[in-house]
Antibody, heavy 119, light 108 residues
Framework: QVQLQQSGPGLVKPSQTLSLTCAISGDSVSSNSAAWNWIRQSPSRGLEWLGR?????????DYAESVKSRLTIKPDTSKNQFSLQLNYVTPEDTAVYYC?????????WGQGTQVTVSS | DIQVTQSPSSLSASVGDRVTITCRASQKIVNKNLNWYQQKPGKAPDLLIYAESTLQSGVPSRFSGSASGTDYTLTISNLQPEDFATYYC?????????FGGGTKVESK
């Protein structure tokens, strides 16, 4: 059974960097058949896909245009996890953030992290 | 970007009812890359149906999915108390991956 365990702060100040980590058990971040995603949810934006990292003989990333200039998603093969780093956050980045495995559909999700951007 | 427009945004139903939720894509989604999720308050979404019509393991057979052109339908036959939740469609064909706006199924 795949499990995704999220960690990271719930409060971030405006203009600072949001960092979250998703630890994987039951699968590998280097899997050739999965992609590892970050998704957020807020009342104003609904469910919003942010981006993903995946390995197909080499590492690839895809990002949503809305956050592309501020977002980095990185795998960590030594710890079997992946991370999100969102720079220069504003109150509009306040949301519940989820990590998820994609095998053609998002079949496993992390528990979610409520992130509030406020001074 | 492929937009997926879900309707209705909410509905009221009773236990035993048949419920239909529709998702319309802004362009054709190839290879059946359309999925459905159920979400309950305070929880992450759960995968219900993938590839338009295939039930995820453990999902009751009262849930079904179908497609016609760019229209996709989730049907819940014989609605049960545990089915009151919000449902989302999602296209997995082309980045950015996108979700519908959700349909909240409430008790009448």
């Amino acid at each position: 059974q795949v499990q995704l365990q999220q960690s990271g702060p719930g409060l971030v100040k405006p203009s600072q960097t949001l960092s979250l980590t998703c630890a994987i058990s039951g699968d590998s971040v280097s899997s050739n058949s999965a992609a590892w995603n970050w998704i957020r949810q807020s009342p104003s934006r609904g469910l919003e896909w942010l981006g993903r990292t995946y390995y197909r003989s080499k590492w690839f990333n895809d990002y949503a245009e809305s956050v592309k200039s501020r977002l980095t998603i990185k795998p960590d093969t030594s710890k079997n996890q992946f991370s999100l780093q969102l720079n220069y956050v504003t109150p509009e980045d306040t949301a519940v953030y989820y990590c998820s495995r994609d095998v053609g559909a998002f079949d496993f999700w992390g528990q979610g992290t409520q992130v509030t951007v406020s001074s | 970007d492929i937009q997926v427009t879900q309707s209705p945004s909410s509905l009221s139903a009773s236990v035993g009812d048949r419920v239909t939720i529709t998702c319309r894509a802004s362009q054709k989604i190839v290879n059946k890359n359309l999925n459905w999720y159920q979400q309950k308050p305070g929880k992450a979404p759960d995968l219900l149906i993938y590839a338009e019509s295939t039930l995820q393991s453990g999902v009751p057979s009262r849930f079904s999915g179908s497609a016609s052109g760019t229209d996709y339908t989730l049907t819940i036959s014989n609605l049960q108390p545990e089915d009151f939740a919000t449902y989302y469609c999602q296209q997995n064909y082309h980045t950015p991956l996108t979700f519908g706006g959700g349909t909240k199924v409430e008790s009448k």
